[in-house]
Nanobody, 125 residues
Framework: QVQLVESGGGSVQAGGSLRLSCAAS????????MGWFRQVSGKEREVVAT????????YYADSVKGRFTISQDNAKNTLYLQMNSLKPEDTAMYYC??????????????????WGQGTQVTVSS
């Protein structure tokens, strides 16, 4: 079992930055896919970014490429999402997720079996 706790959400104006954190209850530094997903009320939960913690290999949704950076501090068992140049369309509940993996990180939310409670990000224009 892995418990995940997100923090760092809040309200910011367009063009601003936020950094989300996700603390894991156990070691996730090897053999885990860690991901950030987001969901707007009434819409499907979508992938934002993923990272394979063994290789630090990353994936980004097209909508956030060049603006967001996912990273993992294996010593602290903490996942981060640095969000720059935020846009109103980035407004959503952001969730941290994890799954054991042999190397491939899916962008499908149903492949992840550990989830945090979510943290709200609101970007005003």
């Amino acid at each position: 079992q892995v418990q995940l706790v997100e923090s760092g959400g809040g309200s910011v104006q367009a063009g601003g930055s936020l950094r989300l954190s996700c603390a894991a209850s156990r070691y996730t530094g090897g053999g885990y896919c860690m991901g950030w997903f987001r969901q707007v009320s009434g819409k499907e939960r979508e992938v934002v970014a993923t990272i394979y913690t063994s290789s630090q290999s990353t994936y980004y949704a097209d909508s956030v490429k060049g603006r967001f950076t996912i990273s993992q501090d294996n010593a602290k068992n903490t996942l981060y999402l640095q969000m720059n140049s935020l846009k109103p369309e980035d407004t959503a509940m952001y969730y941290c997720a994890a799954v054991r993996s042999g190397g491939y990180c899916s962008s499908n939310r149903w492949e992840y079996n550990y989830w945090g409670q979510g943290t709200q990000v609101t970007v005003s224009s």
